[in-house]
């Protein structure tokens, strides 16, 4: 399957599909250039993602740069749970914050 991002408004971008190894160049090329273009924030919404592995965590790291760089304010929302387990097992479970656990 294929992994895809969905401009839903001017702040919030959806992503869909598979965010694995195969699929996540160009979804990444995508969304970095979506926040570059934001005004103040912008919120991923992943609720229709179907698979992840850690490509999935450098997406959401470069996305993080991209958005600091910028000053943008960057929000998860409906992180997969295995996403969850991945930035867990290396350190990172912060990026997500607990109030972005909630919206699983």
Known sequence: MQASVEV???DEVALSGDLRFATVAGV???LERLIAT???ACVVDFSAV???DSAALSL???CQREARER???LQARHVPEDLLSIARLVGLGHLFGDADAALL
Do not use: M, P, Y
Request: aromatic share 6%.
């Open 50 to 52: 179907s698979s992840v």
């Open 60 to 62: 959401w790291l470069c």
């Open 71 to 73: 000053n943008i304010q």
């Open 8 to 10: 839903r408004a001017a």
């Open 28 to 30: 990444r090329e995508r």
């Open 38 to 40: 934001g005004e103040s």
